[in-house]
């Protein structure tokens, strides 16, 4: 695993932290097929029940980076030839490993800023939690672009198509008491107990059965 993500484990909880403080934890290729291979990993292994998702520093994921760096390609965990028949990329994928590839709850720790890519991984995973100062924002109508990463269909799910739409289309920036309002997330917690009651909402779901989860 790189050191873009790290990754956690304590008990039955594996918790998959997006390591670019600097960056707001931007999307780069290595960040973002990062995120799906720990996904991966923890979906295929016995003793995690529960995997947790959040960010370091002040942010969850303030979408694609969008910066020039060094050479991304080597972080795609494909083929060449496999490159060029893919038609899905990592942001697709953000949807269909967590959702569809992955057996296990999933709880999003949303500890700041969560944008474009980075909101539509939030709202991939199952169970929300949002700290006092988070924002999000989808982003998507300041470029032009339709939103990505399955996010439409998200979004729909947790709060309604008319509300989806409007949040969408209106690119307003929304509060953790809106977005628990609306139905985003299920709890908003003070920055200052965020980490604390993220871990202990973790701990707390594998009294389950490992079935059950």
Wanted: glycine share 10%; aromatic share 6%.
């Amino acid at each position: 695993m790189t050191d873009v993500v790290q990754v956690h484990d304590r008990e039955h909880v594996r918790v998959i932290k997006m390591n670019r403080p600097a960056k707001k934890n931007a999307a780069s290729l290595e960040l973002a097929w990062g995120v799906i291979e720990a996904i991966r990993d923890a979906a295929g292994e016995e003793n995690v029940w529960v995997i947790g998702l959040t960010g370091v520093g002040d942010a969850f994921c303030a979408g694609l980076d969008l910066t020039p760096g060094e050479d991304q390609e080597k972080f795609i965990p494909m083929s060449e030839q496999d490159r060029y028949l893919d038609d899905l990329g990592w942001v697709s994928r953000f949807y269909l490993t967590l959702r569809e590839e992955c057996d296990k709850p999933i709880v999003g720790g949303i500890n700041g800023v969560a944008v474009g890519a980075g909101l539509a991984l939030a709202m991939a995973t199952d169970i929300r939690i949002m700290a006092t100062s988070a924002r999000l924002l989808a982003g998507y109508p300041r470029i032009g672009g339709s939103p990505d990463g399955g996010l439409s269909m998200t979004l729909s799910q947790a709060i309604g198509y008319e509300q989806a739409m409007k949040f969408l289309l209106e690119n307003r920036t929304v509060t953790g008491k809106e977005a628990m309002e609306l139905g985003i997330v299920s709890r908003v917690v003070s920055d200052e107990l965020f980490e604390e009651e993220f871990n202990h909402y973790l701990d707390s779901l594998t009294s389950l059965s490992p079935i059950t989860a």
